[in-house]
């Protein structure tokens, strides 16, 4: 899809994904090692998320600040956090996540690890048992190298990932309910009364930028990420060619923009973009009949039924595809099926091997695999789907049951004829009466 060449993408690495699939739906430079910076904060608020879902801390729960919470670089926003001010948990996860407060980052993993160095060692654990592979936090702020007990350093260790890594901690990390919840607030107010607004709402304000479609959002910024953006989407395609109602749900990550507004403008043209050009459909190009696609007719030989029809099993199956491309269904037959007429709705018969031990006959069951429909999208495999027969088909051994009609009618009439037989003689030897 040559999406940057009618988007005209700002950002240097980028991914979009489906979330109700994991599909890839465009990629730029995805897997580059790069900072950053603040969508780091995802995971520190996933793992505050986490404490709270598992009751090890309560959302209202005050926390006491300490100096190891506040000690941030003056060059990152702070939300002027003292030591000895109580706040509650839910107000640090809110603080952190929306205007991106370090202070409150670090006071959210010195209060679920213990220390920041415990805890940025729970988040590449985590990390790991997402497969983000190509993923190292060294910090739970953003910054893009820090010492190892996760302060800035400007030599220290590095602090990276990717597109595509970053992508999928959003996918696990909304999962979280309360994750999930500050994830898509857009304001929100601490129990002091202070009034919070996130980051892409206030650009997005501040240029014109339509983010309705936007349901959570982190973005981040060093001089060396550049302007960086991970969010989800929900909307309604223009076009529902497929009539499916369904409302697409996508991820999508831009690192490394390089103007102000250009990690929100890259994500929300990108979002118009498949709004306007794709939609949920079925593979098959019978999407719109009210009877499911008749892909082929298998026949028997000596059988209870003549021949079975065999339907599209997917075609409750939506794809989100683009409205352009190319759809096939193709049924592909099994190694006991054999083509006997090509046609629309081709013919083929069932190779049974004749195996009836000592039976009159043999059912094949409705599980029995005859194949397999694959469905594609401009040459592109969406799905394989075995195929089964759908209904049980019994195949009768008619030599041997003809050859045991025979054999008891042979049998019968040589009882009849010596039953006959042994009748007449006997008769015939009852001894005459004496008069």
């Not at 302060?151 to 597109?163: C, R």
């Not at 901690?169 to 309910?177: D, R, T, Y």
Request: proline content about 2%; aromatic content about 10%; overall charge negative.
């Amino acid at each position: 899809m040559q999406l940057t060449g009618e988007v005209g993408l700002n950002s240097r690495n980028v991914i979009v994904v489906n979330l109700d699939g994991g599909d890839v739906l465009f990629e730029q430079d995805a897997d580059e090692q790069v900072e950053v910076a603040s969508l780091t904060k995802i995971m520190t608020v996933y793992l505050a998320a986490e404490a709270v879902e598992s009751g090890k801390i309560k959302l209202e729960d005050e926390i006491t600040i300490t100096a190891e919470m506040i000690k941030v670089d003056p060059e990152f926003v702070k939300a002027g956090l003292y030591v000895g001010q109580k706040i509650t948990f839910e107000d640090l996860m809110y603080l952190t996540l929306l205007p991106s407060n370090a202070d409150a980052a670090q006071a959210l993993a010195v209060t679920v690890g213990g220390s920041i160095k415990d805890f940025i060692a729970t988040m590449n654990e985590t990390a790991w048992n997402w497969k983000m592979e190509s993923t190292h936090f060294s910090n739970v702020v953003g910054y893009d190298m820090a010492d190892e007990d996760g302060y800035i350093l400007a030599d220290g260790e590095k602090n990276y990932s990717t597109a595509r890594d970053v992508a999928n901690m959003v996918k696990h990390a909304i999962e979280n309910p309360t994750f999930e919840k500050v994830f898509g607030t857009r304001e929100y107010t601490t129990e002091a009364g202070a009034k919070l607004e996130s980051t892409t709402q206030t650009t997005s304000k501040r240029f014109g930028l339509d983010t309705e479609m936007i349901t959570g959002v982190k973005t981040g910024f060093t001089g060396a990420a550049g302007r960086c953006l991970a969010s989800t989407a929900e909307f309604e395609s223009k076009n529902d060619l497929g009539k499916s109602g369904l409302k697409p749900r996508l991820i999508a990550v831009t690192l490394g923009a390089e103007t102000s507004d250009g990690h929100v403008r890259d994500t929300v043209n990108m979002y118009d973009y498949f709004a306007d050009n794709y939609s949920y459909r079925l593979a098959s190009e019978a999407i719109l009949t009210e009877t499911k696609p008749l892909m082929a007719y298998i026949g028997f030989e000596n059988a209870s039924v003549e021949t079975v029809n065999i339907y599209e099993l997917g075609d409750s199956t939506y794809y989100f595809l683009n409205n352009n491309a190319e759809t096939k269904t193709q049924f592909i037959a099994g190694e006991n099926i054999t083509l006997v007429e090509e046609a629309e709705v081709p013919v083929y018969r069932y190779n049974f091997d004749g195996n009836f031990g000592f039976n009159f006959a043999k059912t094949i069951p409705a599980s029995e695999r005859v194949g397999t429909v694959k469905y594609t999208a401009d040459e592109k495999i969406l799905n394989e789907i075995d195929v089964t027969l759908g209904q049980d088909v019994t195949i009768y051994n008619y030599p041997m049951i003809f050859g045991t009609i025979v054999t008891s009618a042979a049998a019968i009439a040589l009882a009849i004829g010596l039953f006959v037989k042994f009748k007449i003689l006997g008769h015939r030897q009852q001894p005459k009466p004496r008069w």
